[in-house]
């Protein structure tokens, strides 16, 4: 009884929205838009519905729990894959209000061309009664050329305070693209409480998550400036972080620190295995961490840093903003802000490096990648988006250094900048 209500609640939350929202079918890497109407008025049929002979499904993960909604989106594909009939196409879908922040519903649009409907309805109506999910069928209407939309209640395959006939119509691309929509607090986090606040709620779940929560600072102390300068080395993979931090700290007689701490790598695989919002609540809290190590070091000596917040941030929206680069959100935009809470250093460098001599140092060093950096190693996008996001992260921006000359030289010229910078 109580999961019928909650599902009720949901649906109805949604419905002042619902024919304001518009639907993302992603095919083959490419978006297209529909959304629906409740009168027929003869407009084209979206593309996506076009020449289509099967029949369409959208399910749409939706909870207002955030961490049961990752924990099953998470879970969702496989479970599709596993249980679906193997005439089914599966392709990303997404549901939004066009520009509104945290209006972004993720899931699937589900084409299915198998002979009968039955194993397929069975499976998409037991999910909607013991997971947060809404499905919607759609159907080609008897004179053809016209698509309508039902949204399934729990189980009983009723529309539920919804127009009979609800027409899908093609939709304009908004402005910004939809997957930009919930990047605050679900990729990227902004404040020691909002990232705690993700952790604490999975204590009960992730064994790992409490220990992360008792070796966590006060929040103050994260803020504390230390006397000395603090000097954080940023870039990819490969690029030479640690070659170059090991020598700034012997020629600086400097202390070398790392984010994520060195206090967190038992914890860190696990949650390398969870879904976005729990993963980057990690490292988001590793930052304060070692923002309070470097409050401690930085009172007796200069602080180098193997990585920081700018990582923590271009890997978070380089991951959730999903196709070109140009989808990023804009230079200048709120998601690139630095955390008001967390300490901030003095000058931050990002090596680059051309992808080229990067793969070869890689495969010179020939060691186990994470699952993230063997991706940057495929799909040069993703690689593009993490750059472009590094530099566009303010307050303080990265000074950007060629890191492909041999490594006494790229030494030099980082001392160049930081005698330049911090009166060293
Ligand atoms: N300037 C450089 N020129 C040539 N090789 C380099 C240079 N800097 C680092 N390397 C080599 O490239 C590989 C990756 O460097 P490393 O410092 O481990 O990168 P990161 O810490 O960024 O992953 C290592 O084998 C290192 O010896
Ligand atoms: N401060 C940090 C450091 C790493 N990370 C994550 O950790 C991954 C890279 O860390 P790594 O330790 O494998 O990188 P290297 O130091 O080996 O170059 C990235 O994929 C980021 O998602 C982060 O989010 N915040």
């Known amino acids: 009884m109580r999961m019928v209500y909650e599902m009720a609640r949901r649906t109805m939350s949604l419905l002042p929205h619902w024919s304001s929202r ?18 027929h008025r003869g407009e084209e049929v979206p593309r996506v519905f076009r020449g289509n002979d099967g029949r369409c499904y959208s399910l749409l993960v939706c909870s207002s729990d ?16 596993t249980n679906l009939p193997p005439e089914c196409h599966l ?24 002979e009968s409907s039955s194993p397929t309805e069975r499976l998409l109506r037991d999910l909607t009664q013991r997971d947060p999910v809404l499905v919607c069928s759609y159907l080609r209407g008897e004179t053809g050329g016209v698509w309508t ?32 929509l919930n990047i605050i607090n679900s990729d990227v986090f902004y404040s020691f409480e909002e990232a705690y606040q993700v952790l604490e709620k999975c204590g009960d779940i992730i064994p790992e998550a409490r220990a992360v929560l008792e070796l966590l600072p ?23 972080k640690t070659t170059l931090t090991e020598s700034l700290r012997d020629a600086l007689g400097a202390s070398l ?4 701490p060195h206090c967190l790598s038992p914890m860190r695989a696990r949650f390398d295995r969870e879904p976005p919002l729990i993963r980057r609540a990690f490292y988001a809290l590793g930052n304060y961490i070692t923002a309070v190590q470097i409050g401690q070091e930085g009172m007796k000596t200069p602080v180098i840093v193997d990585r920081f917040w700018h990582s923590t941030a271009a890997y978070a929206i380089a991951t959730a903003v999903s196709g070109p680069v140009c989808n990023l959100p804009a230079e200048g935009s709120e998601v690139y802000c630095w955390p008001s809470d967390l300490l901030q250093p003095s000058l931050v460098v990002c090596l ?26 495929h799909n040069q996008l993703f690689r593009l988006k993490v750059e472009k996001a590094y530099q566009r992260i303010s307050g303080p921006a990265c000074v950007t250094v060629d890191a492909s000359p041999p490594a006494d030289l790229v030494l030099q010229q980082v001392l160049l900048l930081i005698r330049g910078k911090c009166h060293l």
């Not at 009723?158 to 127009?163: E, K, R, S, V």
């Not at 027409?167 to 997957?179: C, G, R, W």
Request: with cysteine; charged share 35%; proline share 8%.
């Open 22 to 39: 518009v639907s993302s079918v992603e095919l083959n890497g490419t978006p297209f838009y529909f959304s629906t109407q409740e009168k």
């Open 66 to 81: 955030t961490i049961r909604r990752a924990k099953f989106y998470a879970e969702l594909k496989d479970k599709l894959l």
């Open 91 to 114: 392709s990303p879908m997404c549901s939004f209000l066009p520009n509104i922040k945290d209006s972004l519903l993720k899931g699937y649009f589900l084409k299915d061309t198998s």
């Open 149 to 180: 939309q039902h949204l399934w209640s729990d189980g009983d395959n009723h529309t539920m305070q919804m127009p009979k006939d609800y027409y899908v119509v093609p939709a304009e691309a908004p402005e910004h693209h939809p997957s930009t």
């Open 218 to 240: 006060s929040r103050e102390e994260a803020r504390r400036k230390p006397d000395f300068p603090v000097i954080v080395i940023e870039g990819l993979d490969a690029t030479g």
């Open 257 to 260: 620190l790392r984010s994520p």
């Open 352 to 377: 680059t490096l051309d992808p080229e001599e990067r793969r070869r140092r890689l495969r010179d060093r020939g060691q186990g990648k994470t699952e993230e950096e063997q991706e940057l190693d």
